[in-house]
């Protein structure tokens, strides 16, 4: 049986040239730095690092889901969700000014970027970063729960340092994470009693209300 032939979405471009332009594209995602430490505390994870954790993280924890997942996808959503960073930076969790344009600039890069793809493979990638975005599906839910879960396991393994740092409050901590359980509510209360509580009685986050 042939495969049919796909036309290109650039016509001056083959198909394969514009897969390859994608791929170099999206190595620029291992130099957006985030906030949180790497274990050890040495230097600080970038987008790449964060994304491969997760999708590993998913693997492993997938059983812990409150709904049956499809991993693969799940895995993809999370290998490509902050690909848009790219263009519009890495928006901290805590920063409210950010946050405030996070939307618009992630949209417009989402369009440049997903772009340079053959259309087929464009639209399919832009649709899981917009099913990550709006969390209405199983897969999106858990994927929102380890983009959670991942830096709180990291900010703990690193004896609270990002937070102590940035003087995180708890209930900036719970404000982020008030839809955390949506994906695996077992293990948004392992995180919680693991990796939360003791910074807390550490004094690394600022308890400015009960856990």
């Known amino acids: 049986m042939n495969t049919p032939k796909i036309t290109p979405s650039h016509p001056e471009q083959s198909r394969l ?14 130099f957006i730095g985030r906030q949180t ?14 994304a491969w ?21 799940t895995v993809t959503m999370l290998l490509i969700h902050d690909i848009v960073e790219i ?18 600039r992630e949209e417009k890069a989402a369009e440049r970027i997903f772009g340079l793809l053959p259309k ?18 199983p897969e999106a839910r858990f994927a929102r729960t380890m983009d ?16 102590e740092e940035h003087q995180v409050k708890l209930s900036q901590i719970l404000k982020r994470n008030e839809r955390t359980a949506e994906g695996s509510e077992e293990l948004w209360d392992y995180s919680r009693k693991n990796f939360i509580e003791p910074n807390l009685k550490k004094g690394r986050i600022i308890a400015d209300r009960e856990l």
């Open 17 to 30: 040239d514009q897969q390859f332009d994608f791929i170099r594209e999206i190595d620029k995602e291992k």
């Open 37 to 50: 430490y790497l274990t050890g505390a040495a230097r600080k994870e970038n987008d790449a690092e964060h």
């Open 53 to 73: 954790h997760m999708a590993l993280m998913t693997i492993l924890l997938s059983e812990y889901s409150n709904e049956p997942i499809d991993v693969l996808k």
């Open 87 to 104: 263009d519009a930076g890495d928006t901290y969790a805590y920063d409210e000014a950010a946050k405030a344009t996070q939307s618009e």
């Open 120 to 137: 087929d493979q464009g639209q399919r990638l832009r649709k899981l970063w917009e099913e990550f975005e709006e969390r209405k599906t």
């Open 148 to 163: 959670n879960v991942q830096p709180i396991m990291l900010n703990a393994a690193t004896d609270g340092k990002a937070w």
